[in-house]
């Protein structure tokens, strides 16, 4: 099973700045995955970015890039160029065998 | 929209009571997976369906039971309820299971224990 760690308190970040969401994982499983999810204030998941622990590049999707660093058991989110509808709730989660686990969440504010 | 749909959207309840929860996947997805939200807690995973039958429990309480139809759509059942049920109660659908963490949500169903 995994376990997945965001110890962050709600972040602040100036619009149009690189803000990173930190996320940290354990697992005894050989092959996984981790991904992020935001959740805006109307509540519903939104799927952004997915990492296979096997992948050689980092995941890039946009504006969203994932920092998967293995022996540090790390899967940080980097969103660059921080816009104003990107305040929201992010998950980071793991997943294998079809079980997918996800972090407590952080929130993040952009402040114009 | 995710395609998933879930039913009702907002449910008070009084406790000691029973309620359904009712999903209905996105079309061609096989699975069903169910999460409860609260704010302490996170996004816990509770359990997923493949086909009609189960294939991952997780931190579900022996309370509450689930169950996937053949026509595919999903119920979670909440019996006895109790204060700390009060949460915002997902589902998420995926054509098969994944590990690319890629799932489809529903707008969740709000539940007030009261």
């Known amino acids: 099973a995994q376990k997945i760690t965001q110890t962050q308190p709600g972040m602040f970040v100036q619009e149009k700045e690189a803000v990173t969401l930190d996320c940290t994982y354990d697992t005894s499983d050989p092959s996984y995955g981790l991904f992020w999810y935001k959740q805006p204030s109307s509540g519903e998941m939104i799927f952004l970015i997915y990492q296979g622990s096997y992948d050689q590049q980092n995941a890039t999707e946009g504006r969203y890039s994932l920092n998967f660093q293995k022996a540090r058991k790390s899967a940080n989110l980097v969103i660059s160029a921080s816009q104003l509808g990107d305040s929201a709730m992010y998950f980071c989660?793991?997943?294998?065998?079809?079980?997918?686990?996800f972090g407590k969440g952080i929130t993040l504010s952009v402040r114009p | 929209d995710s395609g998933v749909t879930q039913t009702p959207k907002h449910l008070i309840t009084a406790t000691g009571q029973r309620v359904t929860l009712r999903c209905s996947p996105r079309s061609g997805d096989l699975s069903v997976y169910w999460y409860q939200q609260s704010l302490d807690q996170g996004l816990q995973f509770l359990i997923q369906y493949y086909n009609g039958e189960e294939r991952a429990k997780g931190n579900i309480l022996e309370r509450f039971s689930a169950q996937q139809f053949p026509d595919l759509h999903s119920e979670l059942n909440l019996s006895s309820l109790e204060l700390g049920d009060s949460a915002l109660y997902f589902c998420?659908?995926?054509?098969?299971?994944?590990?690319?963490?890629?799932?489809?949500f529903g707008e969740g169903s709000r539940l007030t224990v009261l």
């Open positions: 998420a659908s995926s054509l098969s299971g994944t590990n690319t963490g890629e799932l489809f």
């Open positions: 989660g793991g997943g294998a065998n079809s079980k997918l686990t």
